[in-house]
């Protein structure tokens, strides 16, 4: 008969195959197979929060390249409930998005949720933002819920260090002894969101985040914990959280290289075309940010020589597309002026025609990065790149 410790554990097949294909320092080239397809990485993933990339259409990020995007579990949880998506098998055949989808936990958007949040070993108590409900999100609820979205990626439930203790004004950093018992707690939603993961007997895979705050011998723990787990890939969380980009690089610099070689590293909530380069470069395979969906419908767009601020009057009789390099739907059918003239009319077709642009040239950049990577050129596409954002709009 099997011990009846852990080490008994069966693990179930995971629905995720991971090879890497090609290594240029600590970059690799990889492919990710999920049980709703392939993702070829690097690879950028769209933020679709409310079961939706705001203002665009599900074939519009077919056209662009979109391989995965992003679900949440807590604001799907509150609206429009598990009730409405039970039927539907899940988030794919609601939201019309055939190909994989990752979900967050719901930790970070709980842990946004500032003092209306109480929290504990068992969970995190809080008053629905959505209707005032008082609901208790735990990691065995977590992974009911993701287990209903049916994501192909699940996220752990997991407390997001805090850079910065309390309100902003105070400014106090966290404590090596805070982020120490916030990164432990977190192990031990881990294992807990492991077991549920397991009992629910969920076919898709099961990500750890590793957290440990600004302290590097946190991270290390962090990670040797969540590798006794054995989960088929793991992220990077607590970074991009308000703390200097010197900061972010220097945990990155440490804990990317780190990362077990032979699974997916994704991190978290990140961040510039900067930093995906760089973080490319520090052995991270999948990135996600609202940035180029969020400031695109505030006129802030990315191009590959610079970024650009639409509503300055420059633009109200410029002729030219916003990237002249860039082959999406609107560089090749709108000019700056037209675009321009919709910011300024807060036209709704505005904010639409910039999300394409802003998310086609994020996932256009990941694609030349994997080309760079397939021809070996990636360190020479990085300086290219870093010359070419420079130049100027
Ligand atoms: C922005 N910086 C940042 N985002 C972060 C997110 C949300 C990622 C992503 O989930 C999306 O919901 C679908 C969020 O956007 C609403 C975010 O992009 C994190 N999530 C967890 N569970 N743990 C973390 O330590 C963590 C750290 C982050 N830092
Ligand atoms: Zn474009």
Redesign the pocket.
């Known amino acids: 008969t099997l011990p009846s410790s852990a080490s008994a554990r069966i693990p179930l097949p995971s629905g995720l195959q991971f090879e890497v294909l090609k290594t240029e320092g600590h970059a690799r080239r990889g492919r990710l197979t999920l049980n709703h397809g392939v993702v070829e990485t690097p690879i950028f993933m769209p ?3 409310y079961g939706t990339v705001k203002g665009v259409m599900p074939r519009s990020l077919e056209e662009m390249g979109a391989q995965i995007i ?3 579990t ?2 799907l949880w509150l609206r429009p409930g598990m009730d409405v998506l039970r039927p539907f098998g899940g988030l794919h055949r609601f939201e019309g998005w055939h190909k994989p989808i990752l ?7 709980v ?1 946004s949720l500032g003092d209306m949040r109480k929290i504990s070993e068992e969970g995190v108590k809080f008053a629905s933002p959505v209707n005032g409900d008082k609901l208790f999100l735990t990691p065995e609820v977590s992974m009911q819920i993701q287990h209903v979205l049916n994501s192909d990626v699940v ?7 805090p850079y910065i203790m309390g309100d902003k004004a105070s400014g106090r950093l966290t404590t090596e002894k805070e982020a120490r018992y916030s990164m432990e707690l977190s192990l031990r939603w881990a294992k807990r969101c492991q077991l549920e993961f397991e009992r629910l007997q969920n076919p898709n895979a099961l990500f750890g ?1 590793v ?1 440990g705050g600004m302290f590097t011998h946190l991270r290390d723990e962090s990670l040797a914990g969540l590798e006794l787990l054995d989960f088929p890939g793991l ?1 990077v ?5 308000g703390e200097p980009k010197a900061e972010m690089l220097r945990v990155l610099e440490h804990i990317g290289p780190r990362l077990p070689a032979h699974k997916p590293h994704y991190l ?4 510039t075309p900067e930093d995906l380069v760089d973080g490319v470069a520090n052995g991270i395979d999948m990135f ?3 940035m180029p969906t969020r400031n695109a419908r505030n006129g802030h767009l990315f191009t590959r020589y610079g970024d650009l601020r639409l509503r300055n009057t420059r633009y109200k009789t410029d002729e030219r597309p916003l990237d002249e390099s860039c082959s999406c739907y609107t560089c090749t059918n709108f000019s700056r002026a037209y675009l321009h003239h919709l910011d300024r009319c807060g036209e709704m077709l505005g904010p639409m025609l910039t999300s394409v642009h802003n998310l086609h040239y994020y996932l256009d950049l990941m694609r030349e990065v994997r080309e760079s990577l397939d021809a070996g050129g990636f360190e020479a596409f990085r300086r290219q790149f870093a010359t070419d954002r420079a130049r100027g709009v």
Do not use: K
């Open positions: 933020v679709g929060t992003l679900g949440n807590f604001h979900t967050d936990s719901g930790g970070f958007q842990w996220m752990q439930f997991d407390e997001c260090t985040i957290q992220a969380g607590g970074l991009s959280v978290m909530g990140v961040g996600d940010c609202v």
